[in-house]
């Protein structure tokens, strides 16, 4: 992969997110700076309405900021057109999402190329049996979702993110339906995909376990960025959530909508 001239693969500068006017207002984020370097994994994390999905979305081009900037590497969001920023979405960035968001009708393969397909670009083939080997689905690329197990599933979804070599890719509780076991092995492969393959992951996700695997951790709360740590274990990781939980608002924002 060519790497991009500077080392951040993302960045939020003052990002604000505004829902609502007057007495219903509400602030999902409330200015956030953070960085996300190159050959990492970060994972964000926060209690309910914290705004980490906001960020997400806002970094992944998925939602417009209300203020601030965004860019990937040295492509600033702000102001793309729709055209422009479904093209950036599409050639160099990931997603896995938690409920997969794959095609019913197509096979697993063809899920997997189909960001490609659409771009009018071929895989490269060594690269593509790269990404099956080491997601151990070789043997399910002629099946389709329905007869897949939900691990199978996100794996093709992982598959599908990695193929096509993005800068980044964002994952929105990536482990959410899947039971410990598949998680494990989503969450092993993200991190070989940082440590073997030099991809940048960024991931939300409420579970500590799941953070664990993660350089970094990022916690918001109120929509802001309140501690960061690096290489934390997952009782780490718990312990901070835990008194997070436990720290009264400060400004309200425990109204916020679920889905911030």
């Keep these: 992969m060519t790497a991009p001239p500077t080392a951040v693969a993302a960045r939020a500068t003052d990002l604000k997110k505004i829902y609502g006017t007057g007495d219903t207002q509400v602030h999902a984020l409330a200015g956030v700076t953070a960085d996300f370097v190159r050959g990492e994994f970060t994972a964000i994390m926060g209690p309910s309405g914290s705004g980490k999905s906001t960020l997400m979305h806002c970094l992944a081009g998925l939602d417009t900021a209300s203020s601030g900037s965004v860019s990937i590497g040295d ?50 083939q060594h690269w593509f049996d790269t990404v099956i080997g080491r997601l151990g689905i070789a043997d399910r690329l002629g099946h389709r979702p329905s007869e897949l197990s939900g691990g199978q599933q996100q794996r093709v979804a992982c598959a599908r993110a990695l193929v096509g070599q993005p800068e980044i890719i964002f994952g929105d509780e990536p482990t959410g339906n899947l039971d410990s076991r598949s998680s494990g092995e989503v969450l092993s492969i993200l991190r070989a995909a ?67």
């Design 75 to 124: 492509t600033d969001l702000t102001n793309l057109t729709d055209k422009q920023m479904t093209l950036l979405r599409r050639d160099r960035i990931g997603f896995v999402f938690q409920s997969f968001n794959l095609v019913p009708t197509l096979t697993a393969k063809e899920n997997i190329t189909l960001p490609l397909d659409i771009a009018g670009r071929k895989a490269d």
């Design 194 to 260: 940082v440590s073997e393959f030099g991809q940048t992951v960024v991931i939300v996700t409420h579970d500590p376990r799941a953070a664990s695997y993660a350089d970094r951790v990022v916690f918001l709360a109120d929509g802001q960025i309140v501690q960061e740590l690096r290489n934390p274990d997952a009782d780490e990781i718990f312990e901070y959530m835990k008194n997070l939980d436990e720290t009264p608002s400060s400004g309200g924002f425990s109204q916020a909508p679920k889905e911030l």
